[in-house]
């Protein structure tokens, strides 16, 4: 028993010796916990207070930020940018009428490799679609807005700074068939129940209605058509939301813009969204002969 | 028979051909926003707003004629003036609504409209029957008129510039004034941490600033002193309006060697009248874009000169132009003769100035005669030759009575 007791105490302290020993050969090492970046300075177009949209294509949006990592800016392996409607969040799927999602780029020249340089900048550019919802004063979403999200990722997802926000303005926007064309008519005849449609389609980002007036050559000149001979009262050019409507029935153009009533055009979630609206043409029984030429005014509201 | 070919070959030689002068492209417009909503105007206030017009699809020239209407329709004006071309090439076109209320109207709401209506000025022939179709614009107007004094503001950003060395912190808040007073933070309190965001190394209180004019958005720009050396830096800054935490920003900023941070800037447009009379006060305005990488404060210098004379040198007050950021900078001529006047204009910033930019003013006379040399001297001889005849005529009359 003493012996065993002797031998065991002897390997101990060879273990002990041996480990000195290979404690003075071996490299030191450490392992540096992983800091996770943040963000800062969120700034959606330069510190725009709101986003004008361009009619029936997309807008710009720049999106930058600072993104501080203190193991070193060069830690940083990517930047996550998201861009929505305040009141629906951040999270869930994309949605052009309200959620965007856009990895941002490194601003050249921001980050000094080496570790010392713990910040850098970066940039997204997002292609927000016409139809965006809108949150200005006066829009059905006037009490939110839009905000931009700047998530930064090393080795582990890192941290959102403060979001900036702006609003979205309202775009009134629309395009109409470029004709209204009638075909032949005899004097004192009109088009009937038969009429030529135009397609209105909204390329804005709110529901919208219309007003129409008309004039022959100038606008306020209180006719629809100036021919080579005469001219035809503003009157007998008349409209409807409805297809075939016979000519008497239809509504009147107006020398001023007047409002369409039971007519709007939703705004875009999927597809384009279009309405039409109907006109009809009455020829005066005599005074007017030769060619003519007349103007339709669409205004959206 | 013969007699019904006959009726309806006259019916047709009677028709009315339409053959119309059309627009056959099928392009949209629109206007951003569509409406001015301003709800605390005073009497006598003056309120500009920028609209954006927009096409996807501009191949050519767009004319507009404006019209406004309503209760509202005296008061609105445009930049761009009342008859304009949108060119072709630009899908978007920024127009300034210029809102003056009248002193002596009631308080209330009034409502009205300021209409755009565009013409293509080479539309295709085709032949045809019916009509073309056009797009308006048209920017709803409301306004209300108070005779209380309204503070309504909104931060939207708060910013902190890298600095040079010795220089004080640049500090900027921008604020949305809706309000029809001068709006600030009553104060900014300003934290310095270290790079790491952990240590206080500062810590101050600004309650004096500058402030931005009722229905503006600006940027008011906070110097903080400061005693940090070169390193990166966390500022925490809290903008409060008396008790009541408005909006707070931690941000990153550097503090770098003193010549290190470029100053550069661009004058990008000289503005003014090309027309004048004589005592008008004419506004000579600089666009100007601090292109550098820091703040910094920057003038306008305008000198003037009448047949390559230097007649008045005028200039603008110094303002602070924030990185990035594009501001007009306005001096103000009154000419006190007629002639033709050159406006050779830069701006003078920090250490630096640019390139000079040009304009010409032509200085009429006051009412329907302008009195150019030529004219004044037809004038000056006309009245001579009648004081001539009438002494004549008196001298002769007085001739033939003594006789």
Redesign the interface.
């Known amino acids: 028993m003493k012996k065993l007791l002797v031998l065991m105490l002897a390997l101990g302290l060879v273990a002990l010796f041996a480990q000195k020993v290979r404690a003075d050969d071996a490299a030191s090492t450490a392992s540096i916990t992983n800091v996770v970046p943040v963000s800062s300075a969120v700034s959606i177009d330069g510190g725009a207070a709101s986003i004008t949209l361009t009619e029936y294509t997309t807008k710009n949006v720049v999106v930058t930020a600072t993104v501080t990592d203190n193991n070193g800016c060069g830690d940083i392996e990517s930047v996550n940018v998201k861009f929505f409607r305040t009141d629906l969040t951040s999270t869930g799927a994309d949605d052009t009428n309200h959620r965007y999602t856009q990895a941002a780029t490194l601003v050249g020249g921001t980050c000094t490799a080496g570790g010392a340089d713990l910040s850098a900048d970066y940039t997204a550019t997002i292609a927000v679609q016409y139809y965006a919802d809108p949150t200005d004063a006066g829009s059905a979403n006037a009490a939110t807005d839009w905000s931009a999200e700047v998530t930064p990722s090393d080795e582990a997802t890192g941290t959102a700074g403060t979001n900036d926000t702006a609003e979205m303005s309202t775009l009134t926007a629309l395009n109409v068939t470029a004709l209204i064309e009638y075909g032949v008519l005899a004097l004192d005849a009109n088009t009937g129940t038969g009429d030529d449609a135009t397609t209105v389609t909204n390329t804005g980002n709110v529901s919208i209605g219309t007003q129409v007036d008309g004039y022959g050559t100038s606008n306020g000149d209180g006719k629809s058509m100036t021919c080579t001979v005469g001219t035809v009262t503003i009157g007998n050019e008349k409209y409807h939301t409805t297809a075939s409507t016979a000519y008497a029935s239809k509504t009147a153009l107006t020398d001023t813009a007047a409002t369409v009533t039971a007519f709007s055009v939703a705004q875009r979630t999927d597809g384009t969204t279009t309405g039409s609206l109907y006109w009809g043409f009455g020829m005066p029984a005599d005074g007017v002969s030769g060619t003519c030429a007349g103007t339709v005014v669409f205004t959206p509201l | 028979m013969r007699m019904k070919i006959g009726k309806i070959t006259s019916?047709?030689l009677?028709?009315?051909?339409?053959?119309?002068?059309?627009?056959?492209?099928?392009?949209?417009?629109?206007?951003?926003?569509?409406?001015m909503?301003i709800p605390n105007l005073s009497k006598g206030s003056h309120v500009e707003r920028t609209?954006?017009l927009?096409?996807?699809?501009p191949k050519e020239d767009l004319y507009f004629?404006v019209t406004t209407e309503g209760s509202t329709k005296d008061w609105t004006t445009l930049n761009k003036g009342m008859e304009f071309t949108m060119p072709a090439g630009e899908?978007?076109f920024p127009i300034v609504v210029i809102v003056n209320i009248p002193k002596d109207i009631a308080n209330g709401e009034y409502k009205g409209g300021i209409?755009l209506?565009s013409?293509s000025k080479s539309p295709n022939k085709?032949g045809?029957?019916?009509?073309?179709?056009?797009?308006?614009?048209?920017i709803q107007t409301d306004f209300t008129i108070t005779g209380k004094q309204v503070l309504e503001y909104e931060i939207?950003?708060i910013?902190i510039q890298n600095i040079e060395e010795g220089s004080p912190l640049e500090v900027s808040i921008?604020i949305?004034n809706t309000g029809n007073v001068e709006a600030r933070p009553t104060k900014v309190h300003v934290e310095v941490f270290d790079?790491?965001?952990k240590k206080l190394l500062e810590s101050q209180d600004v309650t004096e600033m500058g402030s931005v004019e009722p229905f503006e958005?600006g940027d008011i720009a906070i110097p903080v002193p400061t005693k940090l050396g070169i390193d990166?830096y966390?500022a925490k800054i809290s903008a409060y309006r008396d008790e009541a935490l408005l909006k707070?920003?931690?941000?990153?900023f550097?503090i770098v060697e003193v010549g290190s941070l470029q100053k550069n800037g661009d004058l990008k447009e000289l503005l003014c009248n090309q027309k004048a009379e004589i005592g008008e006060i004419v506004k000579i305005t600089g666009v100007f874009e601090n292109t550098g990488q820091s703040n910094y404060s920057a003038k306008l210098v305008a000198e003037i000169f009448k047949k390559g004379k230097l007649v008045k040198l005028v200039e603008s007050d110094l303002s602070t132009v924030n990185k990035?950021?594009t501001e007009n900078l306005s001096a103000y001529f009154t000419p006190d003769v007629l002639g033709k006047y050159t406006v050779k204009a830069r701006v003078a910033y920090s250490g630096g100035k640019t390139p000079e930019k040009e304009a010409k003013i032509s200085v009429g006379n006051v009412g329907l005669l302008a009195l150019t040399p030529t004219v004044t001297s037809v004038l000056l001889i006309f009245i001579v030759a009648i004081i001539t005849s009438v002494v004549y005529l008196k001298k002769k009359r007085t001739t033939k009575k003594r006789l």
Do not use: H, Y
């Open positions: 019916i047709l009677a028709s009315v051909f339409f053959l119309l002068a059309a627009n056959t492209a099928f392009a949209g417009l629109g206007i951003s926003p569509s409406q909503i609209f954006v927009s096409r996807s699809d004629k899908q978007r209409r209506v013409s085709i045809g029957s019916g009509a073309s179709t056009a797009l308006s614009a048209l939207s950003s910013k921008t949305i790079k790491l965001n958005t990166q966390w707070e920003q931690s941000l990153v550097e990035g950021k």
